[in-house]
T-cell receptor
Framework: GESVGLHLPTLSVQEGDNSIINCAYSNSASDYFIWYKQESGKGPQFIIDIRSNMDKRQGQRVTVLLNKTVKHLSLQIAATQPGDSAVYFCAENTGNQFYFGTGTSLTVIP | DAGVIQSPRHEVTEMGQEVTLRCKPISGHNSLFWYRQTMMRGLELLIYFNNNVPIDDSGMPEDRFSAKMPNASFSTLKIQPSEPRDSAVYFC?????????????FGPGTRLTVL
């Protein structure tokens, strides 16, 4: 099966700093990627997506970068806030299926 | 919109018992997904439906698991008989449209504990 892995299982940042969460994917045919945020006791929540014909996409305080050459995806969160503390998953789409990574736990230190 | 609704939120049962998890997708969404989440394996897709028709059930662990979608507003995931290794959080998600891309909206999940 496909594999989506995360480089850093845990990340701690100071409030106000920028956060970068990384993800490696395995299938070069994957054409669509999503970052999800999951807070304790809740289901994953969509943050931002990017198609394979793009290398960068920006949202509100978040930016996703896609490097297809090395099959790498990153999520950048600007001015990290306590409410950003959660587990972040990347997911790659191949065909009609999504494959999720195991997640990175982000802790924001006040 | 109330979002994806799942019930029950928590289920504790004994090994060998039948468990039924329920999901109501967001109105107007054409695709519905069942996922299982564990610490060891993360989020795993079990099965998904397009327009109430099961498309891919290759993620269903074994014959003890079955899923149905009798109409556009309701789906069930059944485990019979349940085993302790089935303990996990089960999520239902729905999406507008049938294509591979597009945001999936997740429900709050059902935390299943099989003793």
């Amino acid at each position: 099966g496909e594999s989506v892995g995360l480089h850093l299982p845990t990340l701690s940042v100071q409030e106000g700093d920028n956060s970068i969460i990384n993800c490696a994917y395995s299938n070069s045919a994957s054409d669509y990627f999503i970052w999800y945020k999951q807070e304790s006791g809740k289901g994953p929540q969509f943050i931002i997506d990017i198609r394979s014909n793009m290398d960068k996409r920006q949202g509100q305080r978040v930016t996703v970068l896609l490097n297809k050459t090395v099959k790498h995806l990153s999520l950048q969160i600007a001015a990290t806030q306590p409410g950003d503390s959660a587990v972040y998953f990347c997911a790659e789409n191949t065909g009609n299926q999504f494959y999720f990574g195991t997640g990175t736990s982000l802790t924001v230190i006040p | 919109d109330a979002g994806v609704i799942q019930s029950p939120r928590h289920e504790v049962t004994e090994m060998g018992q039948e468990v039924t998890l329920r999901c109501k997708p967001i109105s107007g969404h054409n695709s519905l997904f069942w996922y299982r989440q564990t610490m060891m394996r993360g989020l795993e897709l079990l099965i998904y439906f397009n327009n109430n028709v099961p498309i891919d059930d290759s993620g269903m662990p074994e014959d003890r698991f079955s899923a149905k979608m009798p109409n556009a507003s309701f789906s069930t995931l059944k485990i019979q008989p349940s085993e302790p290794r089935d303990s996990a959080v089960y999520f239902c998600a729905s999406r507008r449209g049938l294509a591979g891309t597009g945001e999936q909206f997740f429900g709050p999940g059902t935390r299943l504990t099989v003793l």
